[in-house]
């Protein structure tokens, strides 16, 4: 039984030749890492094997996205924090400022008032 590889993703395709032995360069063209697996012997021979060694890759894949995934979010919740942060420092000093004026603002009415 011949091993399908046509509806796998190019990052697949990669992990599944580097696992078979073959060489392939990040910037190959899909059809080309195809060609190149297809014509590896223990595709046609050890159809298990490459089952398998698809199934991890698959699943590599998947970990990897979720890894960058969650760094990602992290990352977002990291800045918003950072945000908020800065949000509520500009406020103080909004708040600083304001006080200050009214105080100025006494101070000149209490001069007048003499």
Do not use: F
């Not at 060694?53 to 918003?80: F, G, M, N, T, Y």
């Amino acid at each position: 039984m011949a091993v399908c590889i046509n509806n796998l993703r190019k990052d697949v395709l990669i992990k599944l030749a580097l696992e078979l032995g073959l060489t392939v360069e990040d910037d190959k063209k899909m059809i080309k890492i195809r060609n190149l697996i297809q014509e590896n012997e223990v595709l046609k021979t050890e159809t298990d094997l490459v089952y398998s060694i698809i199934e991890s890759a698959k699943e590599s894949v998947e970990a990897v996205k979720r890894d960058i995934s969650e760094r990602l979010e992290i990352d977002k919740l990291k800045a918003i924090q950072n945000l908020v942060g800065e949000q509520l420092k500009l406020s103080k000093l909004e708040k600083e400022i304001e006080l200050k004026n009214m105080w100025e603002e006494r101070s000149v009415i209490s001069k007048l008032n003499l």
